[in-house]
């Protein structure tokens, strides 16, 4: 009697094809300078004994810290829910000295956004400084080289909504081009000097290839290229950081949610 080739029906569930919703937007945590925050006037420096303890939160809790990129790959597979992005603007150089050993010690990895435009320079943006230095070439590699990310933060730290066309494409494209000559790697993230955004400015980071982009708080232009961010600061205690992780996890009231994490 001859056998049929036809292969013998499944009998295991049919696989889910229907579209994946959009989910929150993933956590990502900001941070700026690792060091002394005696004269700290805009916040943006957090002690390394405190960096070392909300780390540690992080573990006990079961969360790692990821840079930004791993942490997209892994929510657009439907996995890293034990994940949270760790960000730090500006490539201060306290970063390789202070915040590298730190992320070491917990496992953990993060995006480091730098001004190829200011290496080895310092913040001469903030008024009130203190004045820190930032992150030279070698720093900036020697950090890529322990598994940081790098992203760009622009050449030189402007508001981007206040440039014109040329400045806009040079701070967005052309420091793009520069940082992956510097650091040896491609460039995938950018980071919104500011974290001032308008859609101008979406429209030029995506037109110079990035696949993602942080912001602070993008509102209605909240998507890969616009992500929100938390700030961390030395104030940020335990029990402030569980509320402010709380309070991301509940259904957003103004921040749109992002397709394909």
Known sequence: MPVSADPAPSTGPAPDTRPRRPGPPPWVAMYHSVGDCSHDPYRV??????????????????????????????RARGAGRDLVGLTFDDGYADFVAQALPLLR???CSATL???????????????????????????IRRAAAEGVEIGSHGLTHVDLTRADDALLHAEVSDSRALLSEVAGTPVHGFCYPYGKIDRRAVDAVRAAGYT????????????????PRVHVGERDTAWRLHLKHLLHRLPPLRRRPVEGV
């Open 105 to 107: 010690r917990h496992a």
């Open 113 to 139: 956004f730098v001004l190829p435009g200011r290496l080895g320079g310092d913040n001469a943006w903030d008024p009130l400084g203190p004045r820190r230095p930032l992150l030279s070439a070698a720093g």
């Open 212 to 227: 993602y982009a942080c912001a602070v708080d993008p509102g209605d232009l909240t998507g890969l290229l616009a992500l």
């Open 45 to 74: 420096t957090v002690s390394p004994h405190r960096l070392d303890r909300q780390l540690g939160w992080l573990r006990r809790r079961g969360l790692r810290g990821v840079g930004v990129r791993e942490l997209l790959a892994a």
